[in-house]
């Protein structure tokens, strides 16, 4: 199954709306989980199984769709979100990552 | 707190090996669902391994008989060896316990839930 992100880059502005796309080659559900990575850091898990907040992840944000199309949103970018966002499946296996979208500061 | 810590990467020629170790705290390795994550500089992410707490074990197609993953319960630590390695397997290496497992299974999973800091594992002549 692979996974597609877009955009891969994305300029904003704090207290901005965003929204990442992923899309599956293939329905997987709701099988799906977002992270977040910072430069020279770990990945952080934000969601899992497409909507569910990963537990000290702050509200703002979001996980929604099932199926092929997802997005994750974050209600108002703050200065600590400035980062790459990845989607991953586990509808099966292999497990798949998205190829990322980087956030920076416009 | 689950804290995991990967050491073993380093510099090694083409065709060498490499073993990597995850020590593991906050959580019993014998009886969690881990994995390996490994991220080539610059790029994405990709699963390379995981291990079920019956001793189950996945491999991704690129390293399916090569790399093994294992785990000392006594030492509480999860490893990943590696042969025949190539420069391909440039990567960081990143161990994880899976979310969504559970009762001899990943029925909700996996996710990747918990992350060690990453170690670098370099393959260059």
């Known amino acids: 199954i692979q996974m597609t992100q877009s955009p891969s880059t994305l300029s904003a502005s704090v207290g901005d709306r965003v929204t990442i796309t992923c899309r599956a080659s293939?329905?997987?559900?709701?099988?799906l989980a977002w992270y977040q990575q910072k430069p020279g850091k770990a990945p952080n898990l934000l969601i899992y199984?497409?909507?569910s907040l990963q537990s000290g992840v702050p509200s703002r944000f979001s996980g929604s769709g099932s199926g092929t199309e997802f997005t994750l949103t974050i209600s108002s970018l703050q200065p600590d979100d400035f980062a790459t966002y990845f989607c991953?499946?586990?509808?099966?296996?292999?497990?798949?990552f998205g190829g990322g979208t980087k956030v920076e500061i416009k | 707190e689950v804290q995991l810590v990967e050491t073993g990467g380093g510099l090694i020629h083409p065709g060498g090996s490499l073993r990597l170790s995850c020590a593991a705290s906050?959580?019993?390795?014998?009886?969690?669902?881990m994995g390996w994550v490994r991220q080539a500089p610059g790029k994405g992410l990709e699963s390379v391994s995981l291990?079920?707490?019956?001793?189950?074990?996945i491999y991704a197609d690129s390293v399916k008989g090569r790399f093994t993953i294992s785990r000392d319960d006594s030492k509480n630590t999860l490893y990943l060896e590696m042969n025949s390695l190539s420069v391909d397997d440039t990567a960081v290496y990143y161990c994880?316990?899976?979310?969504?497992?559970?009762?001899?299974?990943?029925?909700?999973?996996?996710?990747?839930?918990?992350w060690g800091q990453g170690t670098l594992a370099t393959v260059s002549s």
């Open positions: 994880a316990n899976l979310g969504g497992c559970g009762g001899g299974g990943c029925s909700s999973g996996p996710y990747f839930d918990h």
């Open positions: 991953q499946h586990y509808h099966s296996y292999p497990l798949t």
């Open positions: 199984k497409a909507s």
């Open positions: 293939q329905s997987i559900s709701s099988w």
């Open positions: 906050g959580l019993i390795v014998s009886s969690s669902y």
């Open positions: 291990i079920y707490s019956t001793g189950s074990t």
